[in-house]
Nanobody, 126 residues
Framework: QVQLVESGGGLVQAGGSLRLSCAAS????????MGWFRQAPGKEREFVAGIRWNGSSTYYADSVKGRFTISRDNAKNTVYLQMNSLKPEDTAVYYCAADRRMYPRVSDTAGEYDYWGQGTQVSVSS
């Protein structure tokens, strides 16, 4: 079992930056591919970024490519999402998730993730 706790959300002006953190419990964290998803009011949860268990590969939604960076520190059991050049359309609750299947490719499908955090609100004003 893995427990995930996100932090770092908040209110920021357009063009600003935030860094989200996702702290995980359990030694198996370092074996799991990890993802960040977000959900805006009235919309479905969508993939934002993912990272392979060893950090060797990263994946991004087209909407955030070039602005967001996902990284992980397995020694600290933590995954990060650095968000730069934020836009009002980035406003959402952001969730981190763990995929315990240990597949080579990081999934962009929410249903394939086994563990989820409680989410952290990111609000971007124009």
């Amino acid at each position: 079992q893995v427990q995930l706790v996100e932090s770092g959300g908040g209110l920021v002006q357009a063009g600003g930056s935030l860094r989200l953190s996702c702290a995980a419990s359990g030694r198996t964290f370092r074996s799991y591919n990890m993802g960040w998803f977000r959900q805006a009011p009235g919309k479905e949860r969508e993939f934002v970024a993912g990272i392979r268990w060893n950090g060797s590969s990263t994946y991004y939604a087209d909407s955030v490519k070039g602005r967001f960076t996902i990284s992980r520190d397995n020694a600290k059991n933590t995954v990060y999402l650095q968000m730069n050049s934020l836009k009002p359309e980035d406003t959402a609750v952001y969730y981190c998730a763990a995929d315990r299947r240990m597949y080579p490719r990081v999934s962009d499908t929410a249903g394939e993730y086994d563990y989820w955090g409680q989410g952290t609100q990111v609000s971007v004003s124009s």
